[in-house]
């Protein structure tokens, strides 16, 4: 197991999510824990086409591009927030964890992931 793959596991924990993913922005994994069933290819892709798609509506308005988008169900959070320039993290939390009570856990894994991926 990857440094990486246990930071994932530990943030999974410190949080309570669902699912915890590093991808890059071609929407390949670079580590995970999803529910069991969930495709992770499909998954993905998905996540990095959903920031992907911010950026170019949020350019053509000529705004900065996001650095994270947040999607909202009455049964989940998905949180997607950029690592550096090549990669996002993605959280599913329960929908009582809003992302400001998020905010210290998400930037001390994004720093430490940073250093992971250079």
Known sequence: MTSLEEM?????????????????RDGGVVAATLPE???????SIMCAAILGAGMTAATELHHAAPARVILESRDATILIEEIGRRAMLVLVVPPERSPESLATAISRFGQAAERELS
């Open 37 to 43: 069933g969930v495709s992770q290819e499909t998954f």
């Open 8 to 24: 994932i596991r530990a943030l999974k924990d410190v949080v309570g999510a669902e699912a915890v993913a590093v991808i890059n």
